[in-house]
């Protein structure tokens, strides 16, 4: 009944809006402009169908206000400070303005923007024509926090000169130290000059610039709208999002199932190009160097190409320069999160969502065997029921697992962002008997309660599941539930991501009739709620023992976003968590006090610090010889925690049985497999989740 109840619900919505506008165009001697169409199609979507819609109210208008500027902005280098005066006389009038489908706020910024586009046009050819002074003690600040906007056209033409002489002075940089080693490599090798060298540096930022404002002048003002409907639909919370028409058809054809490219989800994040996600099996996961909260700064077509310098590029257009056909190589320059620099050749490939299916290996000590089952994400294909899913999947290989006489099972959820609520029910339902797995809440309503059907236990033994800064939405569900009901030992960071929303994309045009696409919302629709009452949302799922990882420290989670939902609380499900283990409290007790004086484990905690402390610095001298210095005490310190992730296991990793007949004849999933188990034994966070099982003893 509740399934009808919401498909009513939704032809409510799409009934109302019809309406709405085909009796407005009735009335209208003229067809209402597209930009307005858009924006009350927004406005009725996101009032009436969104979990917990805002007020558009004066501090509404507040966060537009400023989330726009910074798009456009991020650097506070193209507005003069008199020119964000001027904007506050709509500070608390842009909320007014959509409810009257007005865009003078829109429309003066966007004019000043383009008259200091061309301002700072003629500024940078003149500053790049002379050589940059790398003598004198100064440096530039780079965090758009506390950076404050140019007063005037002169204090403007300084803070242009400092960002192209940064660009230039890294590069200068960069050809020096290239001359060093060519120099090592051949002694008869005569080095160019500092002053050639100094040249070619400055022509490099020239070119990247002359792109920058290329591609600037090249962005249509129906993207500039789009971004400005992103920063009213950011006010409702970070997941909910306006795509436009082009942006829905990307969206459609990452979802589609083969890519040819790196294998990598982007963002844009304040002018830079930012890995969010790496596609197990994609090339740039098995290529192994690139790493999730990485910036891609430049962008090179094959080992020799030229490199395409891409911050302050449209995310768009960088993703144009770095997928490509199969076969191909493209060379990334990578700012780690350390903040140092790193060149890295991918060649292109057709992403293989076969390997975002479930695997499993055995682990051998001590002639006892554990199962591990990686669960990259929780997949399903609802257009093809009969095909396989990541429940009937996890079944198969726990049956195959339980043939080879494993005595415990251990789950990987890391770097896990979730997938099919269903798969995840189902999994979940693996190990405990019928009962409620999670609360499903939308706005307003009772809380429906998702419950497992199937009495049978797949696996009755020994559990642990390990999570990690990374692990959200579906797997949050999967281990909340199995911590709930005692059922495993969650073991990884100190908590898990927080995603506890639920999101649906839907087509614009679907609620009213118009002739022109108008693009798609991206719309947060429920929540989610453990059986134990509480929302995973901010808070995640606390680990029961926690490991330091390189992301302890990160700001990489939910919390971390602009505009979170709350965490909040309802009732409890009826549920009851039965005592599986003998000795939970004590070998969480043990496994706890173990890591805590672990010497690796506690270089990972100074090495996680290490990279919040480089994080956080965002200020860059532009002496020359300061800058050498700092760059060469970066690179020691990070040469120092090089191998600080590696582990040398005391288990043996191998195939399961059944797999051993598939290795015989299929050469590339026996080279995959063999390159899992080398990353199994080298990783510290297996062999600790290991020693939690070996240690757990089941109540009989």
């Known amino acids: 009944m509740k399934k009808y109840l919401k498909h009513f619900y939704i032809l409510t919505l799409i009934v109302g809006i019809s309406v709405f506008y085909s009796f407005k165009n009735h009335q209208s001697e003229k067809n209402p402009e597209k930009d307005q169409v858009l ?13 917990e819609p805002k007020l558009i109210d004066d501090e509404f208008s507040e966060g537009i206000f400023k989330n726009f500027i910074e798009n456009l902005d991020p650097y506070k280098r193209y507005f003069l400070a008199s020119d964000v005066a001027q904007f506050k006389k709509y500070y608390h009038d842009i909320d007014n303005q959509i409810i009257r489908r007005k865009f003078d706020f829109y429309n003066d910024v966007i004019g000043t923007f383009n008259v200091r586009l061309q301002e700072s046009e003629n500024l940078y050819q003149e500053i790049l024509k002379n050589k940059f002074d ?17 007063i005037n056209t002169a204090d403007q033409k300084n803070v242009w000169r400092k960002h192209l002489k940064f660009s230039t002075v890294s590069k200068l940089n960069d050809y020096l130290k290239e001359e060093e080693e060519k120099v090592k490599e051949d002694k008869n090798y005569k080095p160019q000059s500092f002053d050639a060298l100094e040249k070619k540096a400055r022509e490099k930022t020239l070119d990247n ?42 969206f459609d054809s ?24 790496l596609i197990p099996g994609g090339p740039a996961y098995k290529q192994g160097d690139l790493e999730v909260g990485d910036y891609i700064v430049k962008v090179a077509q094959g080992q020799k190409g030229e490199p395409t310098d891409i911050v302050g590029m449209r995310l768009s257009d960088a993703i144009e320069l770095i997928k490509g056909k199969k076969g191909t190589t ?54 093809k029921q009969e095909q396989r899913n990541s429940a009937i999947d996890m079944r198969v290989e726990i049956e195959e697992l339980k043939k080879d006489g494993i005595e415990g099972l251990a789950i990987d959820l890391r770097n896990n962002g979730g997938g099919s609520l269903s798969t995840a029910i189902d999994i979940a339902g693996l190990f405990i008997e019928k009962g409620p797995v999670v609360q499903v809440k939308y706005k307003n309503n009772k809380p429906d309660i998702r419950n497992d059907e199937d009495s049978k236990i797949v696996w009755n033994g020994p559990l642990v599941i390990m999570v990690n800064e990374l692990s959200a939405s579906a797997s949050e569900i999967l ?25 649906n994309v839907i087509p614009i045009n679907q609620y009213l009739n118009y002739g022109d696409d108008l693009g798609a919302l991206k719309l947060t629709i429920q929540k989610f709620y453990r059986i134990n009452g509480g929302s995973t949302q901010l808070k995640g799922v606390s680990s029961d023992i926690v490991m330091p990882d390189r992301y302890s420290y990160l700001d990489i989670a939910e919390s971390k976003l602009d505009a979170p939902l709350n965490w909040d609380q309802i009732a409890k499900a009826n549920y009851s968590n039965n005592n599986y283990y003998a000795n939970l409290p004590q070998v969480v ?59 040398n296991s005391p288990y043996k990793f191998t195939f399961p049985s059944y797999e051993n007949k598939l290795v015989q004849t299929d050469t590339i999933l026996k080279d995959k497999r063999t390159a899992w188990h080398k990353n199994l034994h080298e990783d510290i966070y297996v062999n600790e989740a290991l020693e939690t099982l070996s240690k757990l003893k089941i109540v009989q």
């Not at 790398?134 to 140019?150: C, H």
């Not at 991918?346 to 669960?375: C, M, N, Q």
């Not at 009901?485 to 639920?502: D, E, L, N, P, W």
């Open 589 to 647: 007790s043990q496994m706890q006090n173990s890591i805590s004086t672990n010497k690796q484990f506690n270089k990972i905690d100074e090495y996680a610090k290490w990279l919040k402390k480089n994080q956080d610095h965002l200020t860059y001298s532009l002496n020359l010889k300061t800058f050498q210095s700092d760059q060469e005490i970066l690179n020691i310190e990070a040469d120092k925690y090089k191998d600080i992730l590696k582990y």
């Open 39 to 51: 924006m009350e199609a927004l406005r009725f979507i996101l009032e009436k169908g969104h979990y």
């Open 134 to 150: 790398y003598n004198v003690k100064e440096a530039i600040n780079l965090d758009a926090e506390t950076a404050e906007y140019p």
């Open 254 to 277: 990452s979802m589609s199932g083969s890519i040819e490219g790196i294998g990598a989800r982007l963002s844009d994040e304040r002018g830079y190009t930012k890995i969010v996600e």
């Open 479 to 503: 281990a909340a539930a199995m911590q709930d009901y005692k059922r495993a030992i969650i073991i990884g960071s100190k908590q898990t991501y927080g995603k506890g929303t639920v999101q």
């Open 209 to 250: 610039i002359k792109d920058l404002f290329y591609y600037e002048h090249q962005t249509p003002d129906s993207d500039r709208f789009a971004v400005f409907l992103n920063c009213i639909t950011a006010q409702f919370d970070p997941h909910t999002s306006y795509f436009a028409p082009d942006m829905k058809k990307r």
């Open 330 to 383: 493209v060379v990334l320059t990578v700012k780690k999160v350390d903040n140092t620099y790193k060149k890295i050749a991918i060649v292109r490939d057709i992403v293989e969502f076969e390997d975002t299916f479930v695997k499993s290996s055995i682990a051998i000590k001590d002639g006892k065997k554990y199962g591990i089952i990686h669960l990259p994400k929780f997949y399903i294909d609802f257009s």
